[in-house]
């Protein structure tokens, strides 16, 4: 028989940690109903674990109480790590110092591990992730990026799989990473019926259309934020990154290095990124129609700018536009 870790935090969790739990639980519970009505006599068990004593989420005013001591779990097929609170990040790692190490010992026996939201961030924690890829909430990315620069994040991704590591991207997606995992543990034909049943679209594959891009200045290089702020003060000027880099009077390699150093991205993927901000917003609450937001953001192709958009989005300009804009639609 199969067995399913669903981990409790030692506390520094939030609503979101907790509906993670619930979530998972009863996804599981519902899979374990259809498997033993199809016939399956033998079905995962699922269980909560965690550091002995009542867990408070909300105020306290929600109790969670762990099934069983994680020290009691010497063999598990699979361990699912809820979000945590970020602003509180080394707390919450300190705190769940022996979960973390339990969770690295299980892994080596042979234990698949899979996070929700932030809770890649005490995955990451342990080293498990480095040299890996991963995906966590689009608005902690710029934060798990300078806290792990050795974990591939690929914040775009709504599901990671690698190396028995699951990871997914935030909030309620966790529920499209149930979906993932029933289908792994259990069947597609269950994954579909659970999908049905909770009303969870199956194989969503993106976050990208949920991302707000943020300016990315939480570094210290002075420089780059002048060259982000020039950027973004003349999103509709053509000019390369050559008379950029001249500009700041910095060769053009060292220009790119230390921009991605900084950022993240490349100053063509910020500037990209900068345009294509500009036009979700425009798309949003203008009835401005694709071409007008193109010329608005600096573009003039629209081959590349609907290619460029769809890169960073997922979507094409007008299925953004007609989805998050129901008057323009009309």
């Known amino acids: 028989m199969k067995h399913i870790t669903i981990i409790v935090p030692d506390g520094q969790g939030n609503l979101s940690t907790l509906a993670c739990i619930v979530g998972a639980c009863e996804i599981f519970a519902e899979a374990n109903f259809y ?41 598990t097929n699979l361990i699912i790590i809820p979000s945590s609170l970020i602003r509180t990040y080394e707390k919450a790692a300190r705190g769940n110092q022996k979960i973390i190490e339990w969770i690295g010992e299980r892994y080596k026996q042979g234990a698949e591990i899979a996070t929700m939201c932030s809770g890649a961030f005490m995955l990451a924690s342990s080293g498990l992730l480095n040299g890996r890829t991963c995906s966590t909430h689009w608005a902690h990315a710029d934060t798990f990026r300078n806290l792990f620069p050795e974990v591939n994040l690929k914040e775009e991704k709504l599901i990671t799989d690698e190396h028995g590591i699951y990871t997914n991207g935030g909030a309620y997606s966790f529920l499209n990473l149930m979906v993932y995992l029933v289908e792994k543990y259990y069947d597609r ?5 659970c999908s049905k049943v909770f009303q969870i679209e199956i194989d969503r594959q993106s976050q990208s259309a949920f991302a707000i891009f ?10 780059i934020k002048k060259a982000q702020v020039y950027i973004e003060s003349n999103m509709t000027k053509k000019f390369s990154i050559e008379d950029l880099s001249s500009r700041f009077a910095i060769g053009r390699r060292h220009f790119d290095r230390r921009f991605v150093k900084a950022t993240g991205n490349t100053p063509t993927e910020y500037s990209q990124r900068v345009k294509i901000e500009s036009a979700k917003k425009a798309f949003e609450s ?17 081959k590349a700018f609907r290619e460029v958009f769809r890169k960073i989005t997922g979507m094409s300009p007008l299925e953004y536009r007609n989805k998050y804009n129901k008057e323009a639609e009309v």
Not at 214 to 223: A, C, M, R
């Open 286 to 302: 203008t009835r401005k129609n694709v071409n007008e937001v193109m010329y608005d953001v600096g573009y003039s192709d629209k």
């Open 189 to 193: 034909e269950t994954a579909i019926y």
């Open 214 to 223: 943020s300016t990315q200045k939480n570094h210290d290089d002075d420089v």
């Open 35 to 75: 498997w033993k009505k199809t016939g399956k006599k033998e079905f995962p068990k699922i269980e909560l674990a965690g550091i002995p004593g009542k867990v408070k989420y909300y105020d306290g005013s929600i109790i969670v109480q762990p099934q069983v001591d994680i020290s009691a779990i010497t063999r």
